[in-house]
């Protein structure tokens, strides 16, 4: 690292690419980054951790600040309590809470601004699209990784999420290795 930005040859050791892969992410305008006078190509780390996410790739741990707090709203209670469970026994300093439903949620979201939301897609009330949709018009929350989650994964649900802003959009039940992935935990 390089007065707190990261040198291409450093992004592609961190996610585990050659550096002419780095290169060419910059040169088609996927990975933003600046040129330095001697012509070596800088990325900020915040712009990787957002390509990442974008594109769906692990952010790796280094990247991501020490606390890190997540979200799990769903109408389970049951599932709510063995997902946190599971995520605290794996990753005890993980910072792990819950919501029971859409409204609760969004609340907690705008208190408590966690870093990630773990979201169920069918809930009373309100479905997990337009949780997500509200979570990214508003500009303090909009950059929370949103994860979305269904019982019933199908290519509508799945693009309607994308569409609202959500990272991805994992099937039921849970696979918590594709969930630690996506957290870069």
Same mark, same amino acid.
């Given at each position: 690292?390089?007065?707190?930005?990261?040198?291409?040859?450093?992004?592609?050791?961190?996610?585990? @690419?050659? +550096? %002419?892969?780095?290169?060419?992410?910059?040169?088609?305008?996927?990975? #933003?980054?600046? *040129? &330095?006078?001697?012509?070596?190509?800088? @990325?900020? +780390? %915040?712009?990787?951790?957002?390509?990442?996410?974008?594109?769906?790739? #692990?952010?790796? *741990? &280094?990247?991501?600040?020490?606390?890190?707090?997540?979200?799990?709203?769903?109408?389970?209670?049951?599932?709510?309590?063995?997902?946190?469970?599971?995520?605290?026994?794996?990753?005890?300093?993980?910072?792990?809470?819950?919501?029971?439903?859409?409204?609760?949620?969004?609340?907690?979201?705008?208190?408590?601004?966690?870093?990630?939301?773990?979201?169920?897609?069918?809930?009373?009330?309100?479905?997990?699209?337009?949780?997500?949709?509200?979570?990214?018009?508003?500009?303090?929350?909009?950059?929370?990784?949103?994860?979305?989650?269904?019982?019933?994964?199908?290519?509508?649900?799945?693009?309607?999420?994308?569409?609202?802003?959500?990272?991805?959009?994992?099937?039921?039940?849970?696979?918590?290795?594709?969930?630690?992935?996506?957290?870069?935990?």
């Amino acid at each position: 690292m390089t007065g707190g930005f990261l040198t291409s040859h450093a992004v592609a050791e961190l996610i585990g @690419v050659s +550096p %002419s892969t780095v290169l060419s992410w910059i040169d088609k305008g996927l990975l #933003p980054a600046f *040129r &330095t006078p001697g012509g070596h190509r800088r @990325v900020d +780390p %915040s712009a990787l951790v957002e390509f990442l996410r974008s594109h769906q790739m #692990p952010v790796p *741990r &280094t990247l991501l600040p020490q606390a890190r707090k997540v979200l799990l709203i769903d109408d389970e209670v049951t599932f709510l309590r063995s997902t946190k469970r599971a995520l605290k026994q794996q990753f005890p300093d993980l910072e792990v809470d819950v919501a029971e439903g859409a409204v609760e949620g969004l609340l907690k979201i705008g208190t408590e601004k966690p870093d990630a939301v773990v979201l169920d897609a069918v809930m009373p009330g309100m479905d997990g699209v337009e949780v997500c949709r509200q979570i990214r018009q508003n500009p303090s929350t909009a950059e929370i990784l949103v994860i979305a989650l269904t019982g019933r994964l199908d290519a509508e649900l799945a693009a309607a999420f994308h569409r609202a802003g959500a990272t991805a959009c994992l099937r039921k039940p849970l696979d918590l290795a594709a969930l630690v992935r996506l957290l870069g935990l």
